[in-house]
């Protein structure tokens, strides 16, 4: 007799083997390729890493777990010492457990803010006596006037996001990180108060948008600041040596990737969904910690993959057949709607850009990993999973 737990879960599956039935539209030969992967549930998310000591220094919702890096390494058997990219790298997990594992890594991000997380998580021999006493130095310091302000991110009133404390006392810590001499030891530091801001407000991530929420009890910034360093110092003691290998991490457009063709063995990666949801506007408390002006991060903000409304990019044409039927559908499901046609119309042709570059850096009988998320638009479903595998020339796909 199966325990309650197990009756349960074996009712899950058969539920998600009946969506997964559902969702297929019997239109597409490359369904037919289509096989669940239901072990894979968890590990595309975040949640996997959120115990998982370096990996979670900063928690970014939309990326996926160690785990599924290194399944993807094991499943596809690729040999030890190959050359796995990540284009779109966001915090840099693909790069972190393909060095763990043994692989040279190369990764872009459109945003300072992956890529800074990245570096920062990858970063190896650290002067620990000289750490330990910088950590000492700032957790021993008084309040004090900052000079500077916050860099106001303009869509959310600064009053409301924060209490007067916190505008005071994040740029006060700022400004002592970055009189830390060690590069190493100050970017450490900084990842430390960059990964409590959202702690410290009273801002909630909802969906893909920030809400100000007052909440109830705020948790100062030099308690949670404290905390976070003193963990993190924590996991770089325990953490063992790890393989020599090369890792490369760097500010870059994954429709211009700054590689040789056929130089990349694996490529495991997750690009933005087609969800509406605006990087910069999301993480824009962290952003305005690495950034000097509102301007700047505006900038980025129509730099990025065109997920949302306010990304810009120049590419006209684009070889992926499939574009003009489906625009002409979603023009139906949404006359006189402008907006979802021109997000749908950009993210398309991004992503095939995007992919075309994958396709010129991979080496010939290389690999692609892609963890995407089909779309429920209003009035239609858009499969990114066939889309992909189709500009792919019909690669491998699991759902
Ligand atoms: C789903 S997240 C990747 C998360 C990553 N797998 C992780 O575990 O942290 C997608 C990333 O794509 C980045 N992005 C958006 N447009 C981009 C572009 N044109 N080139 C490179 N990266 C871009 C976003 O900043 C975001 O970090």
Not at 170 to 192: C, G, N, W, Y
Not at 232 to 260: E, H, Y
Not at 289 to 294: G, K
Request: proline share 5%; aromatic share 10%; glycine share 8%.
């Amino acid at each position: 007799m199966l325990s309650a737990w197990a009756e349960n879960r074996v009712k899950a599956m058969r539920d998600m083997n009946r969506l997964f039935r559902e969702s297929l539209t019997g239109v597409n030969p490359l369904e037919e390729r289509l096989s669940p992967r239901f072990e894979f549930d968890k590990l595309v998310t975040f949640a996997g890493n959120k115990k998982t000591p370096i990996y979670n220094w900063f928690y970014y919702k939309e990326g996926f777990s160690r785990d599924f890096v290194w399944s993807a390494l094991e499943e596809l058997a690729i040999p030890k010492g190959s050359l796995v990219l990540d284009p779109f790298c966001g915090t840099g997990t693909t790069l972190l457990a393909a060095k763990q594992a043994g692989y040279d890594s190369a990764g872009f991000d459109i945003l300072p803010l992956g890529v800074f997380v990245s570096k920062v998580k990858l970063a190896e021999g650290y002067d620990m006596g000289e750490m330990e006493k910088q950590i000492r130095h700032i957790r021993s310091l008084k309040f004090g006037e900052p000079e500077n302000k916050l860099v106001d991110i303009r869509f959310l009133d600064m009053r409301k996001v924060y209490s007067r404390y916190a505008r005071r006392d994040i740029p006060f810590f700022m400004e002592e990180i970055f009189k830390v001499e060690d590069e190493k030891i100050r970017d450490f530091m900084l990842l430390a108060l960059i990964s409590i801001v959202g702690q410290a407000s009273n801002v909630k991530k909802d969906g893909g948008v920030l809400r100000i929420v007052r909440k109830k009890h705020l948790p100062p910034v030099r308690y949670l600041f404290h905390n976070k360093l003193k963990r993190m110092f924590k996991d770089l003691k325990k953490a063992g040596p790890t393989p020599k290998v090369s890792c490369n991490v760097n500010v870059g457009d994954a429709r211009n990737i700054d590689l040789k063709n056929n130089s990349v063995d694996a490529l495991i990666t997750s690009p933005p969904y087609l969800n509406f949801v605006d990087y910069t506007k999301l993480y824009a408390l962290e952003l305005s910690l690495l950034v000097s002006s509102a301007r700047e991060m505006e900038s980025l903000r129509r730099m990025s993959m065109r997920s949302h409304v306010t990304a810009e990019y120049d590419n006209s044409g684009v070889g992926w057949d499939g574009l003009k039927p489906l625009l002409s559908q979603v023009l139906k499901a949404n006359p006189g709607e402008d907006k979802v046609p021109l997000v749908v119309e950009g993210y398309v042709k991004d992503l095939y850009t995007s992919i075309s570059e994958a396709a010129r850096v991979i080496k010939p009988g290389g690999h692609a990993v892609y963890v995407v998320s089909n779309s429920a638009l209003p009035g239609i479903t858009v499969d990114i999973d066939i889309m992909i595998a189709e500009m792919g020339g019909g690669a491998w796909i699991h759902r």
